[in-house]
């Protein structure tokens, strides 16, 4: 290594990285935060116990799987009971489930089992207490599910190009933390170390719910999956429009994961070399890029196409890889990425975090907001204004008049209180929306704003509804990467955008879009068994299921 | 009834909203109720509030002209408040903001101390207690602001599939 690191460069601009173009083709990284979870667990050799099993001959029941971290101890109950065909829906507004699921703080007790049989199958009908730590529910996939138990029961190992093309037997449609219907609030579990990064008690719910579901499909099966089987079967999930406003209502989060992100890319640019070691570790993972592109298969045409444009891109981006020049080698590979698609760039991130654990880990600490956005105020209108004009010039520049600019509107249904979007010019409702036009709403307070110099406390006085525009460009100045600069009620704007940024921080992978509105993914494919986590290398990036 | 502190927020922000509170000053206000009450504030203003949508509006002016002083100056900000109830909620909200604050009252009087640049020091509690009548209270507010629904928003508006082909 040369003694001196060249200067970093300058992170790529707000204006470049929170544009939905970009954050819907972003990719799972060794920062995101299943994969940190299970950094953890490696480090501290945790090991994944099943001190309860009381599951029948047909896979119905209660389990405990449990594993200790950061010297406590975590379970995940687990509620296994028959359900019709007919009612196995991803939808928020189903009712029942094949299994529902509490991640618990601590050793349950008979009592806490049999509490959380008779809850966590209600889900949100359901009442939870300090001690439940996450709230989720999963449906088998049947297609998979049946191949298994059947390869299991007749004996011989199930099929790889299936598992390969599902990569999941289980698939939840919904994992609740911080305090909903009861559970434990986050700033109850924060202060944990173990706890403490973003989603980190959903990861775990998360990683032991795919445990669950390897020992029921092996026990209903009657048999024992090969080992690279069953480290190739992940969770998956289903995932609509609920996740969505999260990044919209929680501003200053959604800018430290996006600044770690970045600045973790341009740590990367500024190393001046490369080992040996890591140049052989960089063709390698090259070729597992191309082996996971070729596996990742959907049934939607459109994005099929994009993937295979994808794949195709990186089999010849790929020729870069394999004699990389002595000096700034990174900042090769990312001025090269230049010259193709935004997928391809977004790709070259997540490849270029991987090669560089070793700067860029430390990183995950700061991807959590513990305190929230702090007051911001501005010295007076005409400061707001060129605030504004600084951070906002692509939402001032949108033509509300236009129906098509403000055609959509996101609310709450009543009846399962999940949020929907709704056509303003069609739909009843409007009047009722959730404040995630924040480009329209910043566009209003500016033209309202006065022509003369006044406190911003006079302005909001005149126009109170305009305090929620004022407040989010506070924010944003603070915060550069802390909003989505897009607007959010065009016709044009695409949900799943949103949903593929939030899940890649998760570290989903085999995004599967179903629509504008909803997606599967696939989690923990790939990852150490319960096992296997003392002697992980954190190596399963982008897995491969061909040897 | 015992509830999580998220639990709780959410359902007075929204339930200021259905009161006609706009969006901004209905999440402040969600953030004032929870403090109030882990504080261990009466809830009758909290309901007088609740019913009279522009003390919302008005409280929220008042701490937004708090916060301008203390960024232009570093010592205590006077504001006085002759409505005992609304001064309960004053001192609650202005203690509930996320930034480090010392209120000291004297009859009417509220002297607030803000330090903008420091986070909030003030710990949350593990559960929420909430009366009967003002979580019924809070849940029918809240009800205002969600949209019946049709067919279309159940079938076109929201993600996923109704039916299962996995």
């Not at chain 1, 501005?378 to 204004?385: H, S």
Request: net charge negative; aromatic share 6%.
């Amino acid at each position: 290594m040369k003694d001196t690191m060249t200067p970093a460069p300058p992170l790529r601009p707000p204006h470049e990285v929170m544009r939905l173009g970009r954050m819907g083709v972003m990719m799972p990284t060794r920062l995101s935060f299943l994969r940190v979870l299970t950094r953890r667990l490696c480090a501290e050799q945790a090991r994944v116990d099943r001190p309860h099993w009381n599951i029948c001959a047909d896979g119905y029941g209660t389990a405990v799987h449990s594993l200790r971290l950061g010297g406590r101890d975590y379970a995940l109950i687990s509620v296994s009971q028959p359900l019709d065909d007919a009612s196995r829906s991803d939808r928020v507004i189903a009712t029942a489930w094949d299994a529902a699921f509490v991640l618990f703080d601590g050793m349950p007790g008979r009592a806490d089992i049999d509490r959380v049989a008779a809850q966590a199958p209600q889900q949100e009908a359901g009442r939870f207490g300090p001690r439940d730590l996450v709230l989720s529910r999963a449906n088998k996939s049947m297609r998979l599910w049946s191949e298994i138990v059947a390869a299991l029961r007749a004996g011989h190992q199930p099929s790889r190009q299936r598992i390969g093309e599902i990569g999941y037997i289980m698939r939840t449609t919904a994992v609740y933390g911080n305090g909903k219907f009861g559970i434990a609030d986050r700033h109850l579990i924060a202060g944990r170390p173990e706890l403490s990064g973003a989603f980190a008690a959903e990861m775990l719910a998360v990683y032991l719910i795919r445990q669950f579901s390897l020992d029921l499909v092996q026990h209903v099966g009657q048999g024992t999956l090969d080992r690279s089987l069953a480290r190739h079967i992940g969770v998956g999930n289903a995932t609509g429009l609920g996740m969505a406003p999260f990044l919209v209502t929680h501003p200053v989060l959604l800018n430290n994961w996006m600044v770690a992100r970045e600045t973790a890319l341009a740590r990367v640019r500024a190393v001046p070399d490369i080992s040996s070691d890591t140049r052989a570790r960089a063709r390698l993972l090259a070729d597992r890029v191309a082996g996971h592109l070729s596996e990742w298969h959907v049934p939607s045409t459109t994005d099929e196409a994009a993937l295979r444009a994808l794949e195709a891109e990186w089999r010849a981006f790929r020729h870069h890889l394999v004699d990389l020049p002595d000096d700034d080698p990174y900042e090769d590979i990312w001025s090269r990425a230049q010259n193709g698609s935004t997928a391809l760039q977004e790709l070259v991130v997540a490849y270029l975090l991987e090669l560089n654990g070793d700067i860029v880990d430390d990183l995950a600490e700061r991807m959590v907001d513990p305190f929230g956005p702090r007051p911001q105020p501005f010295a007076g209108t005409d400061a707001l204004r060129e605030a504004m004009a600084r951070d906002w010039s692509w939402a001032l520049d949108i033509d509300f008049d236009d129906q098509e600019a403000c055609r959509r509107f996101w609310y709450v249904s009543a009846d399962k209180l999940e949020p929907r979007l709704g056509d303003r010019f069609a739909e009843d409702g409007a009047e009722l929306e959730t404040p995630l036009d924040n480009a329209r709403r910043v566009a209003s307070a500016f033209h309202a704003l006065p022509e003369t110099d006044q406190p911003v406390s006079a302005f909001l006085r005149a126009y109170p509804q305009h305090k929620y525009g004022v407040d989010r460009v506070a924010t944003c100045a603070a915060h550069p990467y802390s909003e989505i600069r897009d607007n959010l009620i065009a016709t044009t704007c695409r949900p799943i955008d949103m949903l593929r940024c939030k899940l890649s921080f998760f570290g989903a992978t085999k995004f599967d879009p179903k629509s504008d509105l909803w997606t599967r993914i696939t989690l923990a494919q790939g990852a150490p068994l319960g096992d296997e986590l003392s002697t992980e290398r954190d190596d399963w990036w982008l897995p491969v299921m061909s040897p | 009834m015992s509830r999580s502190w998220t639990e709780v927020q959410a359902l007075a922000t929204r339930a200021a909203a259905g009161a006609g509170v706009p969006s901004a000053q209905s999440l402040a206000f969600g953030a004032m109720l929870t403090r109030h009450l882990a504080d261990g504030g009466a809830e009758a203003p909290l309901h007088a509030a609740l019913h009279a949508p522009e003390r919302i509006v008005a409280l929220a002016q008042r701490v937004e002209e708090v916060i301008e002083a203390a960024s232009i100056s570093a010592r205590p900000v006077k504001t006085v408040e002759p409505d005992a109830d609304q001064r309960a909620l004053l001192i609650s909200w202005l203690t509930g903001l996320p930034c480090r604050t010392a209120i000291d009252v004297s009859g009417d009087t509220v002297l607030a101390a803000l330090d903008l640049t420091s986070p909030s020091t003030r710990e949350r509690t593990e559960r929420l207690w909430v009366s009967a009548d003002l979580d019924a209270g809070l849940g029918t507010l809240a009800a205002r602001t969600y949209v019946a629904d049709s067919a279309a928003s159940r079938t076109m508006g929201a993600g996923a599939g109704l039916m299962d082909t996995d």
